[in-house]
């Protein structure tokens, strides 16, 4: 296509770009014909002319020649994406029923950020015999080579005498550290050497799976296999799945390879994350550390991609494009090797990846007995033996998968329950904070005092989150919490790490990858919330919970772990409590494949939202046409109220893959152009979570 506009210079070239706009707009898509500016190629940032605008797009492919007059670009950034990315970025929008311009735009350094420069000072020679210089020089000039700073004036000074010479360089905003925990020497066990052996002597493209129980060292078998990557003169990616992990990660790799990392996470500024990704754009930077996004860090040549506690559902980004970041990596790791590791992989991996085995924890230590307690048999949400527990212990990780003091509300009186004004849930109790809070959309109110319905004081409190376990807990021992309410992860833990004792409580996250020796218990308060869910997936999200919250117990001396839930019998429960992955995965496997779940399809999910309009259900009947298109799919069934939009949803379950996503991507195109639907929004979500 050819993009031309009033004013703009046409002439016939004999090199063309072709380039994808960085646009969300789905109807502006490309690629589109430039002429080539000298030194431009795949990868590259330029700044068009597109009718009446000015805007910005990624070169995408490049040509010898072109019959027809093009418009020449304005401006050719210093910015470039590898080529490899751009592909990638191509690869995201087909697999993901996406654009090429949402998928690039994941790829480039923060908008608007730029390199930081300043003055930098150095000696040029030495002062000659019997020139004078006052006490404060000398000092500055000992005090070389160094950035200016606030004695840029007397610098200058000694720059106009000859002694030194000033000039702009870049200043890296390097990322804070964590130190928790102590670097200690490992000397590798008899699995993590066969499992080196396995990962090193992979051919490119093979892709494995690193089943290691809890405390197995998998972590240390990363390392090495790094430095194996890098001596072979290939670089590295290494994914965790939360923000809160990555200090703890970053920590062990820096202390092997230094600054050869780079870490890549949402929680930097702007200036961190910019000046990171070009030390890895440069090829200062061989290792990336970091949470999902960091698949797309801008490393060539690579040569292993590691992707730890694999079986976590946050490597599955929720926006457009809605990418999973495990298929993301697999596709970079092409001509690579591909690392996924957990102590609980997903039915997808074992079925999928070859599997390597570390059935045991370093040094011999055992895995912590796991006691079932059934919470019929008291009335509260804390059973007599795990406060007696809790009261015996040292350390000890408690987990409980829900946020703020209480559930929900309702009046005594009038049964009246706070709702959300623009979702269809209930509002949570924020006591800290006297709201109540919608965890959907942000809607927040006043803790009610009076019911606005009957004008009752009697408001009943139901359920218990972290917020009000955190106070119930403190009469026992000293209590941190850790969840998304918490704004620095890395202090919670780091303090947990450095008392004599203490109780941490949290959300999923408590039970994510830590590593602290002197945890003598874990508590899993609510093993039912996650059994709750209407989802194929909730077997396999409560055994992993349980299995990797009990492994964070009985590391350096014994531990116990004790597993509250109403449902003592349920199959994810009853397995981990007796370390069984093999016979979970086993059964896990035979259920869906008699269901026709993933492994063995592929699932595609389709919602329709919109504003509601005089009581009718647009959504449902856009659903509905996209059913007719498609075909075979569940549905449409209506969803709860999101943000105050109706929603709908239609499911495809596939064998051929590729083919259901292109037959939804046309379903879903056709439909959007409908103008029937014109106030409909559409998003599809292939490989659900």
Not at 489 to 507: E, M, N, S, Y
Not at 629 to 652: K, N, T
Request: proline content about 6%; glycine content about 8%; overall charge neutral.
């Amino acid at each position: 296509m050819i993009a031309r506009g009033p004013g703009h210079i046409l002439r016939a070239v004999d090199g063309v770009i072709q380039v994808e706009p960085l646009t969300t707009a789905r109807s502006l898509r490309g690629p589109f014909d430039y002429t080539r500016p000298p030194g431009t190629g795949i990868g590259s940032l330029v700044e068009v002319p597109f009718g009446r605008q000015r805007i910005t797009a990624v070169v995408t492919a490049t040509a010898s020649a072109s019959e027809h007059q093009l418009s020449d670009p304005f401006r050719v950034h210093d910015e470039s994406l590898p080529s490899e990315l751009v592909e990638l970025a191509v690869w995201m929008a087909r697999e993901y029923c996406s654009t090429p311009a949402r998928a690039l735009s994941l790829l480039l350094p923060p908008k608007g950020a730029s390199a930081r420069r300043l003055m930098w000072a150095e000696q040029v020679r030495e002062p000659e015999q019997g020139e004078r210089l006052t006490e404060n020089q000398r000092a500055l000039l000992a005090s070389l080579p160094r950035f200016a700073g606030t004695d840029l004036g007397s610098l200058r000074r000694l720059e106009t005498r000859g002694l030194i010479k000033i000039e702009l360089r870049s200043s890296r905003r390097e990322p804070s550290r964590s130190s928790i925990g102590v670097s200690r020497d490992v000397e590798l066990n008899r699995d993590q050497v066969a499992a080196l052996a396995q990962i090193t002597g992979a051919e490119p493209g093979e892709r494995l799976l690193l089943h290691g129980v809890t405390g197995s060292g998998k972590t240390e078998v990363y390392l090495c296999a790094v430095a194996d990557t890098l001596a072979r003169g290939r670089n590295a990616i290494i994914l965790v799945p939360e923000i809160a992990l990555t200090p703890q990660m970053v920590q062990r790799f820096y202390e092997r390879f230094g600054d050869t990392i780079a870490v890549l996470h949402s929680g930097l500024s702007d200036g961190e994350r910019y000046d990171e990704w070009q030390r890895l754009r440069s090829g200062e930077a061989r290792i990336a550390v970091g949470p999902r996004s960091a698949v797309f860090a801008p490393l060539t040549n690579i040569g292993l991609i590691v992707v730890d506690e694999e079986h976590d559902s946050s490597y599955k980004h929720e926006g457009d494009p809605r990418y999973d970041a495990r298929n993301v990596a697999e596709r970079r790791a092409a001509a690579g090797v591909l690392v996924c590791g957990s102590a609980t992989p997903r039915p997808e991996s074992v079925h999928g990846l070859r599997r390597v085995q570390m059935p045991a924890r370093v040094d011999g230590a055992v895995l912590p007995p796991v006691e079932v307690v059934d919470l019929s048999e008291c009335a509260g949400y804390l059973h007599p033996r795990t406060h007696e527990a809790l009261a015996a212990s040292r350390k000890a990780i408690v987990l409980l998968n829900r946020r703020g003091w209480s559930n929900f509300l309702t009046c005594s009186s009038c049964a009246r329950v706070w709702q959300c004004p623009d979702c269809d849930v209930a509002l949570v109790l924020h006591r800290a904070e006297g709201i109540v809070s919608c965890h959907h959309c942000g809607h927040r109110e006043r803790v009610p005092r009076t019911c606005p319905d009957c004008g009752s004081v009697s408001i009943a409190r139901h359920g218990a989150g972290t917020e009000r376990a955190e106070q119930d807990l403190s009469a026992i021992a000293p209590v941190l919490r850790l969840d998304a309410g918490v704004r620095d992860p890395g202090a919670v833990l780091k303090r947990f790490h450095d008392a004599d004792r203490a109780i941490l409580i949290g959300t999923q996250v408590v039970a994510k990858g830590h590593d602290f020796p002197d945890v003598d218990l874990g508590v899993v308060l609510d093993a039912d919330s996650t059994l709750r869910f209407p989802d194929f997936r909730s077997e396999e999200r409560t055994f992993a919970l349980v299995t990797q919250l009990a492994g964070r117990a009985g590391r350096a001396r014994a531990g116990r772990v004790l597993v509250q839930t109403s449902s003592p019998d349920a199959p994810s429960i009853a397995h981990a409590a007796h370390h069984d992955a093999e016979g979970f995965i086993a059964g896990e496997l035979e259920r869906r494949r008699a269901l026709r779940y993933p492994p063995f399809s592929s699932l595609i999910r389709i919602v329709c939202s919109g504003a509601r309009d005089d009581g009718a259900h647009a959504p449902l009947a856009a659903a509905d046409a996209i059913k007719a298109h498609v075909g075979d799919a569940l549905g449409p069934a209506p969803l709860f109220r999101l943000r105050g939009r109706d929603r709908a949803q239609i499911v495809v379950k596939a064998s051929d893959r590729a083919a259901a996503i292109a037959k939804v991507d046309a379903a879903v195109r056709a439909v959007a152009a409908d103008k029937t639907f014109k106030t409909v929004s559409l998003s599809v979500d292939v490989d659900p979570q």
